[in-house]
């Protein structure tokens, strides 16, 4: 199965490592304005192979997308010197309206996958880009809070001394500063995490709770303040939404994609627990949520819908 990713940036070039580490597809394809900085990302990935997984890895242009079952969309431009964030959402719009045309008249049986950040307004942007070429936004849907959910699992299990792949607890809404933690739904092994951390002996109080939250909020300022980017945790990040969509894996996961209504703000898109098919998005899951974090999500809501309505998506 081809897998084409439209920009050859850190993340981009990232998640087809991460793809070739595990052995998601058949083939991949590196996209990017910047022809030599793609195929030297394709050859230096080509040269792992012989050490991980047989994948045909390429870099092409968008002729060479046909074909794809996922198109990954990393692309997008920087943040200049005293540029507002509206400035620099609008200059990505701007690309994504020449980025998302090319992709639906190449390849329009894939499903799309936005990575570029804001990633919740950029999806929307997409979704209804798409829809001007027959795409439902239900084969549009953004990496959202999948990396946030991983870090506030990974947290928790590394509190708690257990490992997070036994730690179910999601993280919704913007995938920014108004990000909400749900506490109330978390559990450990199917227990309740306050039934958890009483059996296994582990403080979880306010303190530690705080510092938990601290570190899935303030994960991406720290990292890009030390080595000036995140790439690995969003790279495996969308490997793993790349396999469930592949594998038709049926697999719950904090994508954003548009909807209808969340907690009271109408169309809009954040991120939320949703079934994942080959298909795209099947359905919303549902997430009783306390009535404090319903309040959060709905704040959270109204930012990302703020941000959409200061767009021309006309």
Known sequence: MKISIIGSGFVGAT???ALVM?????EIVLVD??????????????????FASPLLVSAGGYDDIAGSKVVVISAGVGQKPGETRL?????????????????????PGAVLVVATNPVDVLTHAAAHIAAEYGFPSSRVLGSGTTLDTARFRALLGQHLHVDPQHVHAYVVGEHGDSEVLTW?????????LEVFSRQAHVSLGKREMEAIEQGVR?????????????????????????AVILGDQRAILTVCTPVDEVAGVRDVTVSLPFLLSGEGVLRRHPLPVSPGEE????????????AIDQLDLK
Not at 91 to 98: G, K, Q
Not at 184 to 192: D, E, F, I, K
């Open 295 to 306: 309040e959060q999500l709905r704040a959270s809501a109204r930012v990302v819908r703020t």
């Open 218 to 242: 303030n994960a991406a300022y720290r990292i890009i303040e030390g080595k000036g980017a995140t790439y690995y945790g969003i790279g495996s990040a969308l490997t793993r939404i790349i």
């Open 15 to 17: 998640s087809a490592y």
């Open 22 to 26: 595990r052995g998601v597809g058949r």
């Open 184 to 192: 109330s739904l978390a559990t450990v092994g199917g227990a309740p």
């Open 33 to 50: 304005l910047d022809r030599t900085r793609a195929q030297a990302e394709a050859d230096d990935i080509l040269h792992a192979v012989p």
């Open 87 to 107: 400035e620099l959402l609008e200059r990505n719009v701007a690309v994504f309206r020449d980025i998302i045309p090319q992709v639906c008249r190449r390849a």
